[in-house]
């Protein structure tokens, strides 16, 4: 039988079951939120004349956290209005509606006697066949258990979530002894399929994975920093994205996470006893650790950690880094190494690793360091919280946001180098790492395989996704710079931008406008896509500014022409051309997804015509798109002028849509013909699927059609609401310019009535405007600032 999931209830409001709450409301899920009976009246309830039985005292804690979740940021819900799928309720009053969900999700407090009352109610109302899970992250999940009757067993798994819920894809589900293989095998599909989440199946060990893998990581940094002499802004430096790791690095995560978080991880695995001799002494704690929390310096949610926000003399706000000798906090000042200036023309932080540990300075000596214990780790990890390698490098690239697992890490700087490195660390890597020459291979199918009892293996699951890395090498057909095509199968090819922070350069456009010629010559297809961190954040913009600081206005000209022309390719080419945008999507980058025939967007898209932000006005087509499109709609001619003015104010104002959803409501993704895939790994695959049926389905060449645009109508209106935003202070003088011209080529010109023109007429309005924009001062300022972050470019 078909399980569906359609309504979830979530025990436990705080921060991580509002954040869950959130989430499943994302996708469509209706859920109820519940909490504890608050204790006491506050002083404002007291002074309403309210009592203990009122409902509104009754669910306050659920209410306040629902209320929190709303006004979180960064958001955790894809759009402000799917938090009315969530309702709100207290554990003695409302614990009885779960007879009519259809997963209980618990995350009240890590206590596991607390915990098994709240199942002991659970088994008072659940229906059987009710799935129930816990969002523990330590408690050993077979303890939680005892007691419960054989069906609540049979439903009953792990399912732990990271914080927050929406941006960490990692979802670890652990199993009991008890838990059915089918409902283990749902908890997992559901997962990745609906929840978009990197579903990784997890032993019933301490910390599970993730937080195994990392919290050791962090402890042996803990332990090494002294001996190292460095002070923590330097292991920031040679933390972070260098090596492929989120910008917070190490020591600022902690405080983002609270220390005493890390702490009550570290306790949880020493306390446990299954940590191997090796490594125990590694989850003892430095003695300023103990310092910090018996301060309780525990981060951000106590104002200091490891770092702490001051004023400086001149009133100016300055970040003090904790001097771990004195334990003062000081001015570190800015680090300097010079192995990370050999990898400044490395573009991929695998490909850096090498390079790090050959350093000859202090930088050269923590990587050696820290990989080689990382290594000798995480080998001896297998098969105790893991029997495959894929899953732990899985696990720390969703949960901990590596770019790279550690072995392919290791694989990367090759199985006998860190063999030694471990060795140098002063560890022994486990026996069955010696027998093997790599982690991980490329078979003839282009399949990722993974080292396993001695032998290969394709890695479970990957034939739902199609990863270009694997592909690449025997399935690209044409390349330069700055993209490449590549075949992926049935008819369909896909075009993939990999200039750097895949920026639309020439290089691009002519990869483009191959592709679309090379598609329909032989293909069926085309899908645009790539898998970088972002799809692409727009234009090239050094190279704007370097025309036009030499005022070469024809070349220009060309090239802006060039970019709509390509643009207008994509719309009317004679095979379907669906594009993926997944992250970053600005300026030019949103431009292509506006013209595809259809658009299959990762729910974490950030798009939006930003070009007001450098001083000009959209110059792919994105102005020109949006007055089309609102001219179109078949509605009355007052509300085409409202619409015209919302798509108005988002171009000027540089908004952007902060998810898929958004970009719905914005205008800038179309609900009758564009989708959003929530698990980003399945992205281009859905795309040629999509590409493959419209193919199938008989696709014809769309035919352009004239617009009427509104003339004077509309510009009266533009003009009028930017003198009122100068007159108020809201806009400079130089917005208002933008502005204008923007409004200008909306309005179709200043046409003395309703007129219809082409899609080429209002083209020529924008790239006349752009140019226009591009010979202004304040422009080039603006782009020289965005290019250079401030700093003066050199001549």
């Not at 921060?15 to 409301?25: E, K, Y």
């Not at 309403?48 to 819900?77: M, Q």
């Not at 290089?507 to 598609?519: H, K, M, Q, S, T």
């Not at 209106?717 to 011209?741: N, R």
Request: charged letters at 25%; a neutral charge.
């Amino acid at each position: 039988m078909k399980r569906r999931i359609k309504h979830v209830t979530v025990l436990g409001s705080g921060i991580m079951g509002s954040g869950i709450a959130a989430h499943f409301a994302n996708i469509g899920v209706e859920v109820l939120l519940l909490d504890i009976v608050p204790f006491e009246l506050t002083e404002a309830e007291q002074k309403k004349g309210l009592t203990k039985d009122d409902k509104v005292v009754r669910n306050r804690i659920a209410t306040e956290n629902l209320a929190k979740l709303k006004k979180a940021s960064p958001a955790l819900l894809y759009s402000p209005k799917f938090a009315d799928r969530i309702s709100v309720g207290n554990f003695d009053d409302d614990l009885q509606k779960i007879k009519n969900t259809d997963w209980i999700i618990e995350v009240v407090v890590e206590r596991l006697d607390i915990k098994k009352s709240v199942y002991e109610k659970i088994e008072q109302f659940r229906k059987p066949g009710t799935l129930v899970s816990s969002n523990t992250s330590g408690i050993p999940i077979n303890h939680l258990v005892e007691g419960r009757s054989e069906d609540f067993k049979k439903h009953f798994a792990g399912t732990h979530f990271f914080n927050p819920v929406r941006y960490l894809p990692l979802l670890e589900i652990i199993p009991t002894h008890d838990t059915a293989p089918e409902i283990v095998d749902f908890y997992m599909s559901f997962g990745a399929k609906f929840l978009g989440k990197d579903t990784v199946l997890a032993k019933d060990t301490p910390a599970f994975i993730a937080n195994r893998i990392g919290v050791f990581g962090i402890m042996n940094l803990f332990h090494n920093i002294q001996k190292l002499g460095m002070n923590v802004s330097e292991v920031d430096k040679l933390t972070g994205p260098v090596i492929g790791r989120p910008k917070s690095a190490t020591f600022r995560t902690a405080d983002v996470v609270g220390l005493d978080t890390l702490v009550h991880v570290a306790n949880g695995v020493r306390e446990s006893g299954a940590e191997q001799e090796l490594f125990r002494d590694q989850f003892e704690l430095p003695s300023y650790i103990n310092h910090m929390m018996e301060n309780k310096w525990l981060g951000s949610k106590s104002d200091q950690g490891f770092f702490k926000k001051v004023k400086d003399a001149d009133g100016k706000s300055a970040i003090l880094g904790l001097n771990l000798d004195t334990l003062e906090y000081e001015d570190q000042g800015k680090s300097n190494f010079a192995t990370l200036e050999l990898t400044k023309k490395i573009d991929k932080p695998i490909d850096r690793f090498k390079v790090l540990i050959g350093g000859k300075d202090k930088a050269g000596e923590f990587y050696r360091a820290m990989l080689g214990a990382l290594f000798a780790y995480v080998s001896h990890k297998v098969p105790e919280i893991s029997d495959e390698v894929y899953k732990i490098d899985d696990a720390m690239r969703a949960g901990f946001g590596w770019e790279n697992g550690p072995f392919e890490i290791w694989d990367a700087v090759g199985v006998e180098k860190g063999i030694a490195l471990a060795k140098e660390s002063g560890y022994e890597v486990a026996e069955w790492v010696k027998n093997i020459s790599s982690f991980y291979q490329i078979n003839d199918e282009g399949a990722k395989t993974f080292v396993n009892n001695g032998s290969y293996k394709n890695i479970p699951g990957q034939e739902a996704f199609i990863i270009l890395d694997n592909i690449r090498k025997n399935k690209t057909l044409w390349s330069n710079s700055g993209s490449s095509i590549i075949d992926l199968g049935d008819g369909i090819i896909n075009f993939e931008i990999r200039s750097k922070m895949n920026s639309l350069g020439g290089e691009v456009l002519d990869g483009l406008n191959r592709a679309i010629d090379l598609a329909e010559k032989e293909y069926d297809g085309l899908v645009v896509g790539n898998q970088g961190a972002n799809f692409s954040v727009g234009a090239n913009l050094a190279m704007i500014l370097m025309m036009a600081i030499e005022q070469d206005w024809d070349d220009l000209n060309m090239a802006i022409a060039y970019f709509q022309k390509s643009m207008m390719r994509v719309r009317y080419s004679s095979i379907p051309v669906v594009v993926a945008p997944h992250g970053m999507t600005l300026g030019g980058g949103c431009e292509m997804t506006m013209h595809a025939d259809k658009v299959v967007a990762a729910a974490e898209t950030y798009i939006g015509l930003v070009e007001a932000g450098v001083g000009v006005i959209p110059g792919g087509g994105g102005s020109k798109e949006f007055t089309v499109r609102t001219m179109k709609e078949v509605i009355a001619d007052d509300v085409k002028t409202n619409r015209l003015r919302d798509a108005f104010m988002n171009i000027a104002m540089a908004k952007v849509a902060t998810s898929a959803q958004e970009a719905f409501d914005m205008g800038i993704l179309q609900k009758h013909k564009d989708i959003v895939v929530i698990n980003k790994n399945r992205q281009i695959a859905e795309a040629k699927d999509v590409a493959l049926l419209m193919a199938k389905q008989g696709y014809s060449q769309p035919i352009e059609e004239k617009v009427k645009v509104l003339g004077q109508n509309a510009l009266g209106m533009f003009y009028v609401g930017t003198d009122q935003m100068l007159a108020g202070k809201f806009i400079s003088e130089h917005d208002k310019k933008i502005a204008d011209k923007l409004g200008y080529v909306m309005a179709g010109g200043n046409l003395s009535e309703p007129t219809e023109v082409t899609e080429q007429y209002l083209l020529n309005l924008e790239r006349e405007a752009f140019l226009q924009l591009c010979g202004e001062r304040k422009t080039l300022e603006r782009i020289q600032y965005m290019l250079t972050k401030g700093k003066p470019l050199r001549n």
